[in-house]
């Protein structure tokens, strides 16, 4: 068992029940906290941890990591490092607030200066970006896509059960949880029989994903097998790929998305550990056709997640619109970052994967408002008595997920995004 993993673990600080952030947690973030300048943190309970402090005053000193590097703005030094460096720090961090341990605990002038109630600190973008893939690996969400569009005998296209189809998308679009969204502008054709037209999305929507952060691949030629993949995934993010149907459906034959994505993606702050998440693997769904060797993986490589998809109008009590769980996702990461580097592409700290949109197979599970509302046929009710195909100027959509088995409880927190006109 991985040591911070213990579900018998009870930490000092305060966990208020059903919380995110237990001790068992540990995930890791980036915050501006008073007077201070943007550096790591992590979280338990309703308490923020600057990581830095705790190395500045030589309690982080038995993993062999260098202060400096929970000083940065972003995690992309710490993510160059490697697992076991990730794991020693995760580690000890435990140790720090585990309730039997008094280094800190007992040490009232530093517990002042390292931690902070949550509702002080400014939570940042955790990672500098540098690349950016998305892929569309549920089989629920390309077989309600492809039947809407294509017809139900030809949903899914020939490659889809043979490799984990993704694309390039936009790095420097992706924002942190809670910054405002610019509804988009572009190029559309409504009707089919006519020229298309400039204008603003009508058909807003977003995508309920997750998000690998990457951290160091191997040089560029080399490729990552599924077995390495474990060692170079640093966590996972909930993410929310906004995408303008409209302007998305006229562009994206024959090269994909271009202006329909990159105006905006959003992640959550913290990222959860791959470790924190092993006590929740679940069984991969089976193949429907032989894969080649390369996407073969061995034990479980799901993960059994909880999300939940809210839509809040201006002014008014969020609805729950959507209920699902990643568990249900046909390719694994595994075989995503392995499709991604066969081909001897390289990956480096920082870099995102994510894994196209979640839906289950009920329709309450679908993760995009294109299926809840199946192409706008089926509006869904909101908590001030209006309806929604898609998303309207001043809705904030929220997105929650969590792990928990009968020990314990890991979370994510939440990502959020409210949509502002688009310009004039």
Known sequence: MIQANNPALRSWIPVPENSDFPIQNIPFGIAQLPDKLPNAVTIIGDTVIDIWELADAGLLEETKIHQSIFGHRYLNDFLKLNKADWRAVRNRLSNLFNEENQELQGNEELRKKALYAASDAQMLMPIKVGDYSDFYASKEHATNI????????????????????????????????????????????????????????????????MGII???????????????????????????????????????????????????????PWIVTLDALEPFRA??????????????????????????????????????????????????????????????????AGDMIASGTISGLTPDSYGSMLELSWRGSKPLPMSDGSERKFIQDGDTVIMKGHCENEDVRIGFGEVTGKILPAHP
């Open 283 to 348: 069984p991969l769904a089976k193949r429907e056709v032989p894969i080649l060797p390369y996407l073969e993986v061995e034990g479980n490589k799901a993960i059994d997640i909880n999300l939940s998809v809210e839509i809040q109008p201006e002014g008014a009590d969020p609805t729950v619109v959507c209920r699902s769980n990643i568990k249900h996702m046909y390719w694994a990461f595994e075989q995503m970052l392995a499709h991604h580097t066969v081909n001897g592409c390289n990956i480096e």
């Open 146 to 209: 492809g039947t809407m569009f294509r017809g139900k005998e030809n949903a899914l296209m020939p490659n889809w059960l043979h490799l984990p189809v993704g694309y390039h998308g936009r790095a420097s679009s992706i924002v942190v949880s809670g910054t405002e969204v610019r509804r988009p502008m572009g190029q559309m054709r409504p009707d089919p029989e006519q020229p298309p037209i400039f204008g603003t999305c009508k058909l807003l929507d977003f995508e309920l994903e």
């Open 214 to 268: 990457m951290g160091q691949g191997k040089p560029l030629g080399e490729r990552i097998s599924t077995t390495e993949a474990t060692d170079h995934i640093f966590g996972v993010v909930l993410f929310n790929d906004w995408s303008a149907r409209d302007i998305q459906k006229w562009e994206y034959v024959p090269l994909g998305p271009f202006l329909g994505k990159s105006f905006a993606s959003s992640i959550s």
